[in-house]
């Protein structure tokens, strides 16, 4: 501390280049610090410094450590603590522009395998960003000193020396049982579960916080089920919803699409207090919708779209324009080729002439003359066939209720099971549909060209992340605005360095299909982390892991994709 200390001395009141001699590691009493990227301008993106802690010092015990879902349980959790002691603090060495702030990537609601916190067998590292203060573009020296001397011992100290090890301990029985859950649901022919008094309203449209006074989701009595959950004798009590087809209807504003949202990100573990710690979905499941004016890249849509009036082929569909059904229909098949079990789709994000088509208009435009087949001509089959699970909201139309396993209604936020009613009127009102593709290959392998990631524009490579919805790839914007189950954008960090490692490591030279890429990928997160993917040192601490499903829907929406 004392090197680091008197360096600053020397540099106070010079130019802010200067700083760059603090680069290096410096001892502290209890830990080191690491200075490993030093801005050149106080109004650029804040210098990166690691912390590295012996494990003995933290109270963290190695048995913590053993299970991944355990150890990103206590990197989320410690994560927590030291944001929280930061903004206790964070008025105490302010200057120009950015200096004088610290930062930790923050998680969300979301419990997140992040880079903020890493752990090896006997150290654990924390990765913050500096602003080192300055007045204009002039050193402040005695204001860094307060930073590194007071300033961040005070965070250290806060945050994981008096750390208390029993809210550690909690959130790790949390997902112990959250880890409980998802294994039962493998075991027990399910795709989700909803706990009885689960909260599934969000604030507004920008939070993630619950929803204050929001009616607890009950499950009904036919479809309630109890899991037995470790460190407690009492069963877990909610709704189970099993595999198959599973429609859900109700009036506007009855809580349809809120059940459903809960359901799709239910892949995701939450933090004690969210109101959703146990909303559990299986991990493949995907949001579909229609997203108007996306590139497709040939995709086989086959099952869905036929006899174009251009006689182009939908065995190898293109367009960089696709409309809603035809980009509702990619979606689908680029799921499935990413691995998804169960297909999550609201009415009211989806193209209607791809969801339905009444007798009525099958009676006006004939099947000759319609090139769309849709999904409710396709939604058994997938079950039954290829195992595929659907959760459908459908608000407007009775349509799906003879092809439903189960059908749950929505009143004034409760849930009933009302399927054998919805039967009933299935077949008063019988409607005539198609289920015919017995031998249709849902699935045709593509192979990624090498061509398809670009990232240098003149000597330099061009990859930016503008924000979580957004990645600017060599010439190409990719638009991940309608990929809803990407909840942050340290996730959409790391898809770009994934893209960039692909790229620069040319594995798309040996002839990888998606299948192949996306394997390669998750095997080297398992092996080497996600540090691995980095883009570069900078960002080292700012990466959440995506799913294999976000990162093929980046892929996807590459421009510049070129398969074969």
Not at 250 to 271: A, C, D, F, M, P
Not at 477 to 501: D, F, K, M, P
Request: glycine share 6%; net charge positive; aromatic share 6%.
């Amino acid at each position: 501390m004392k090197k680091l200390l008197q360096i600053l001395k020397e540099i106070d009141g010079k130019g802010y280049p200067n700083y760059k001699r603090i680069q290096g590691i410096f001892k502290w009493p209890h830990y080191e610090v690491a200075v490993n990227y030093v801005q050149g301008d106080p109004f650029a993106s804040p210098s990166k410094i690691c912390l590295h802690i012996p494990l003995k010092n933290t109270g963290v015990k190695k048995e913590w450590l053993r299970d991944k879902y355990r150890e990103i349980c206590c990197k989320d959790h410690i994560s927590r603590l030291i944001h929280k002691s930061l903004k206790e603090e964070e008025e105490r060495a302010k200057g120009s522009g950015k200096s004088g702030m610290i930062l930790i990537d923050y998680p969300g609601q979301e419990v997140i395998n992040r880079t903020s916190v890493t752990f090896s067998a006997s150290m654990m590292t924390v990765s913050l960003s500096v602003g080192l203060p300055a007045k204009g573009r002039r050193i402040l020296g005695k204001q860094a000193e307060i930073l590194f001397k007071t300033l961040l011992p005070t965070v250290v100290e806060k945050s994981i020396f008096q750390m208390n090890i029993k809210e550690l301990e909690m959130a790790i029985i949390l997902t112990d049982q959250q880890q409980a859950v998802r294994s039962y649901l493998k075991e027990h022919e399910l795709v989700s579960f909803v706990a009885n008094e689960s909260i599934l309203p969000r604030k507004s449209g920008v939070s993630e916080l619950p929803l204050q006074k929001a009616v607890p989701f009950q499950s009904p009595e036919e479809l309630e089920i109890a899991i037995p959950i470790p460190h407690t004798n009492k069963e877990l009590r909610g709704m189970g919803v099993k595999k198959g087809v599973t429609v859900i209807v109700g009036g506007g504003y009855h809580g349809k699409s809120t059940l459903l949202q809960g359901i799709e990100r239910g892949v995701y573990n939450y933090r004690k207090g969210d109101g959703r710690e146990f909303v559990i979905t299986e991990n493949t499941a995907v949001k579909i919708r229609a997203e108007d004016g996306r590139n497709v890249e040939k995709v086989d849509i086959s099952l869905f779209v036929n006899n174009l009036p251009n006689g182009g082929s939908t065995a190898e569909f293109s367009s960089e324009n696709a409309s809603g059904s035809t980009s509702q229909a990619a979606n689908i098949i680029e799921a499935l080729e990413a691995g998804a079990r169960t297909l999550v789709i609201d009415e009211d994000t989806s193209a209607t002439n791809f969801m339905i088509r009444d007798m009525r208009m099958k009676e006006l435009i004939s099947p000759q003359e319609e090139p769309i087949t849709p999904f409710i001509d396709r939604v058994s089959t997938l079950y039954e066939q290829e195992g595929i699970s659907s959760i459908l909201v459908m608000g407007g139309s009775g349509a799906y209720f003879e092809k439903a396993h189960t059908v749950l209604k929505l009143n004034n936020y409760k849930c009933t099971d009302v399927t054998n009613q919805a039967k009933e009127i299935a077949a008063k009102y019988p409607e005539q549909q198609e289920d015919a593709f017995t031998k249709h290959r849902v699935r045709k392998e593509r192979i990624v060209r090498p061509e398809s990631l670009q990232s240098e524009q003149g000597r330099k490579r061009m990859i930016k992340v503008r924000s979580k919805d957004t990645i600017q790839y060599g010439k190409s914007i990719i638009n991940l605005h309608y990929v809803e189950q990407l909840v942050n954008e340290s996730q959409t960090r790391a898809i770009a360095g994934i893209l960039s490692h692909i790229e620069r490591k040319n594995l798309l030279c040996s002839s990888k299909t998606m299948k192949d890429v996306l394997e390669y990928v998750q095997q080297e997160i398992e092996r080497n982390g996600l540090k691995y993917f980095a883009s570069s040192k900078k960002e080292e601490g700012e990466l959440a892991e995506p799913r294999v499903h976000e990162i093929a829907a980046a892929l996807n929406r590459l421009r510049s994709l070129s398969v074969r």
